[in-house]
């Protein structure tokens, strides 16, 4: 996800959802065409069923950068909290996390790998 969707993310989804949000990026290190930073991330919710709620979280992102410009743009964060916070069903949080889980394991063939191993060692 380069440059579009992070203003796509920005202007259709977080600015849809949330206000009053505070997005704080500590900890950066960048090499060559790459970095890295920590952040702290906090807003109030919009979201009809979740009005008035307040979610923090922590994660950490990733950019790769072409012509100074931001290439692509990943991060890694547990939405599992976010989602306890604004009191989502907990069978809606398991939907959910089966969901990532399966994402996960389709978009990386090493993690494949890693499971498939695994399962070599499944007893039950």
């Known amino acids: 996800m380069g440059f579009i969707m992070i203003i796509f993310m920005l202007s259709n989804l977080f600015h849809r959802d949330a206000e009053n949000m505070i997005w704080e990026m500590y900890d950066h290190v960048f090499q060559g065409n790459k970095g890295y930073a920590k952040y702290r991330f906090g807003f109030i919710s919009k979201v009809p069923d ?12 990733f950019f790769k950068f072409q012509n100074k410009k931001i290439k692509e743009y990943s991060e890694s964060v547990n939405g599992g909290l976010a989602m306890v916070q604004l009191g989502v069903n907990p069978l809606k949080i398991e939907k959910v996390f089966y969901k990532w889980l399966k994402r996960s394991l389709d ?14 060692f499944n007893r039950s």
């Open 107 to 120: 978009s990386d063939v090493r993690l494949q790998k890693i499971s498939n191993y695994l399962n070599t």
């Open 50 to 61: 979740f009005k008035g709620q307040k979610v923090l979280i922590s994660g950490f992102c």
